[in-house]
């Protein structure tokens, strides 16, 4: 599966942002997915994952309550709604596939990755 992130932008502080994942091939609806983060100078971060039903998603705290993670499998597509946006959450925003059913928050349980999109918002 080939994965293709898009959506991110400048946005000021309060505003929302919706970026979605296109994945190519027959396989989107076997995989869990999940979209990791990475601020200058930082490691990648967990944000929110979706397992391959779309029945069981868990967000990193920094984000709950604000962030929604959804998929639609007739379309192969992952979506993250941000709401309410601050300036912490500038960072360029990758999505990633795994092969486990639900998932997980490490970079290692996922095995490819969209090239990311970037999100910057201002204060």
């Known amino acids: 599966v080939q994965l293709q992130a898009s959506g991110g932008g400048l946005v000021q502080a309060g505003g929302s942002l919706r970026p979605s994942c296109a994945a190519s091939g027959r396989t989107f609806s076997t995989y869990a997915m999940g979209w990791f983060r990475q601020a200058p100078g930082k490691e990648r971060e967990f944000v929110a994952r979706?397992?391959?039903?779309?029945?069981?998603?868990s967000y990193a705290n920094a984000v709950k309550g604000r962030f929604t993670i959804s998929r639609n499998n007739a379309d192969n597509t992952l979506i993250l709604q941000m709401n309410n946006l601050q300036p912490e959450d500038t960072a360029v925003y990758y999505c990633?596939?795994?092969?486990?059913?639900?998932?997980?928050?490490?970079?290692?349980?996922?095995?490819?990755w969209g090239q990311g999109t970037q999100v910057t918002v201002s204060s």
């Open positions: 979706i397992s391959s039903n779309g029945g069981i998603v």
């Open positions: 990633a596939a795994s092969r486990s059913g639900v998932g997980g928050v490490s970079v290692t349980d996922y095995f490819t």
